[in-house]
């Protein structure tokens, strides 16, 4: 199991201070929650906070694109150094284009499903995710209640060979555990 806390916890003004402390807590990658106020409610940090946790840090920087049309924004988030980009098959409209524009970038592709979408969704690309990430709560908030059935679809996912993150709310902050 692999820790990627997200910097959303973050106090901004001291960014670079808590990256260097979750590190020393034994994070392994950092987790860039990214959202457009469209996709899902709430607006958050674009790549110049990106950019700068990726100065703070050597750890791998998983930045997970909440957000409408995350296509005209990958180069972008590539620039300010993301190690995983993961986009959102719910709002792609076509999903292998995507992940081939993410890895022609240098950057390892990953696809989110919202608990509703089922894994028929992402069947198409699958082979060539470098993660997949099974949302247990819905985007955009954090501290919400575990929707069961998530952990279903880890278990029917776990055969691939690709890491797979499970996502949910833990005392009003976002964590990811990386099976």
């Known amino acids: 199991m692999k820790i990627a806390p997200s910097i959303l916890s973050c106090d901004f003004s001291r960014l670079g201070e808590e990256i260097v402390a979750v590190k020393e ?89 919202n608990p509703e979408t089922g894994l028929e969704a992402i069947a198409s690309v699958l082979g060539e995710l470098d993660l997949l990430v099974i949302m247990s709560v819905n985007p955009g908030f954090g501290g919400q209640a575990y929707i069961p059935g998530s952990t279903e679809k880890v278990a029917e996912a776990r055969g691939a060979s690709r890491p797979i993150q499970q996502f949910s709310g833990a005392r009003g902050r976002w964590w990811s555990r990386r099976h």
């Open 25 to 113: 807590g034994g994070a392994d990658w950092i987790h860039v929650d990214v959202m457009d106020g469209h996709f899902v409610p709430n607006i958050t940090i674009g790549p110049v906070i990106t950019r700068g946790a990726r100065r703070s840090t050597d750890l791998p920087l998983d930045v997970h694109l909440m957000i409408e049309n995350p296509e005209d924004y990958l180069q972008s988030f590539a620039e300010a150094g993301a190690t995983f980009m993961t986009v959102h098959a719910e709002v792609c409209a076509d999903l292998a284009t995507t992940v081939n524009q993410i890895h022609s970038l240098g950057v390892k592709a990953g696809v989110a499903i």
